[in-house]
């Protein structure tokens, strides 16, 4: 389920901005900033711990894991990229799953 799409993913775009729930397996995307995609998600029940940011690239489907929403120092990812492979793989996943 895709709970908020301010953009239609289309292949003209350079890069369109994402936020996963890897636990509900939703996203939001479109935002100007993760920050507001996040939000969306947490106004829909979502929990942060949950949220993860990145950046999808349409014309090659390509998909960076990179954000502020995903330094979290408490839980060892101490940079704006997703450090835990685990974790990438649930945010591709969702990805790929919704939009792809």
Not at 47 to 54: E, P, S
Not at 62 to 85: A, C, H, Y
Request: proline letters at 3%; one cysteine or more.
């Amino acid at each position: 389920m895709i709970v908020k799409a301010k953009t239609v993913l289309d292949a003209s775009e350079s890069f369109v901005k994402v936020v996963v729930d890897i636990n509900r397996n939703i996203l939001a995307l479109g935002c100007e900033l993760h920050m507001d995609c996040a939000q969306e998600l947490l106004d829909n029940g979502s929990v942060y711990k949950n949220l993860w940011g990145a950046n999808i690239y349409p014309k090659t489907k390509k998909i960076d894991f990179i954000s502020l929403v995903n330094i979290r120092p408490e839980v060892g990812n101490r940079t704006m990229e997703i450090q835990k492979p685990e974790v990438k793989k649930a945010v591709e996943f969702v990805v790929r799953q919704l939009l792809f």
